[in-house]
């Protein structure tokens, strides 16, 4: 079955620094990966996704993740952590069995930059 | 903003009592996914929707409903409600139907609260 785990309920790091959120995947077949932030009473936004190719991801608000097909790891990261960064970041993979779309997500880890 | 809506923002009502939650795709999507999240659960898909006709379900119970209509709306009925049933429930939306090989992105409305006092 495919699964996703976020190993850390929360990551705190201080603005300016590097920040890194884990996550580790277990699929059959190619994965299809993505990560989404959820902001207080708001929605879930789409990061970015890793499909095939670059193993180096480029998404929205300066956030970047890695592939790791060895590891079976999807790390968020970003170079330069912000304050308005603080949120919940959510880590999920595609089902592919059956070949649908839904998508299944990790618990969640949240996000504090301390200024 | 995503360019998907949903209606009503919050939900209060009572056990037993039945809800309709509503949902806009983004202009130009076909495809409808309707998600719970809850503090136990987490988030959990319940069911998919591809041009009006169902195309996945999940762990969707029985009281739950849905469906989507020819102007690409869907909604989300609750029926019987529990106190257990109190979550956020969020609408997706994707351009394609999600078969092998499909690599949409989903984008996420700003959720419906409910609460089952």
């Known amino acids: 079955a495919q699964s996703v785990a976020q190993p850390e309920d929360q990551v705190n790091v201080a603005e300016g620094n590097p920040l890194t959120v884990k996550c580790t995947y277990s699929v059959s077949g190619n994965p299809y990966l993505f990560w989404y932030v959820q902001y207080p009473n708001r929605g879930l936004q789409f990061l970015l996704k890793y499909i095939t190719g670059d193993n180096l991801v480029k998404g929205s608000y300066g956030f970047e993740a890695e592939f790791n097909k060895s590891q079976t790891s999807f790390h968020l990261k970003k170079p330069s952590a912000l304050v308005s960064d603080s949120a919940l970041y959510f880590c999920?993979?595609?089902?592919?069995?059956?070949?649908?779309?839904?998508?299944?997500f990790g618990a969640g880890t949240r996000l504090a930059v301390h200024p | 903003d995503s360019g998907v809506t949903q209606t009503p923002k919050h939900l209060i009502t009572a056990t037993g009592q039945r809800v309709t939650l509503r949902c806009s795709p983004r202009s130009g999507d076909l495809s409808v996914y309707w998600y719970q999240q809850s503090l136990d659960q987490g988030l959990q898909f319940l069911i998919q929707y591809y041009n009006g006709e169902e195309r996945a379900k999940g762990n969707i119970l029985e009281r739950f409903s849905a469906q989507q209509f020819p102007d690409l709306h869907s909604e989300l009925n609750l029926s019987s409600l529990e106190l257990g049933d109190s979550a956020l429930y969020f609408c997706a939306s994707s351009v394609g139907r999600g078969g092998t090989g499909g690599t949409d992105t989903q984008y996420f409305g700003p959720g419906t609260r409910l609460t089952v006092l």
């Open positions: 999920a993979v595609r089902g592919i069995p059956g070949g649908y779309n839904k998508l299944i």
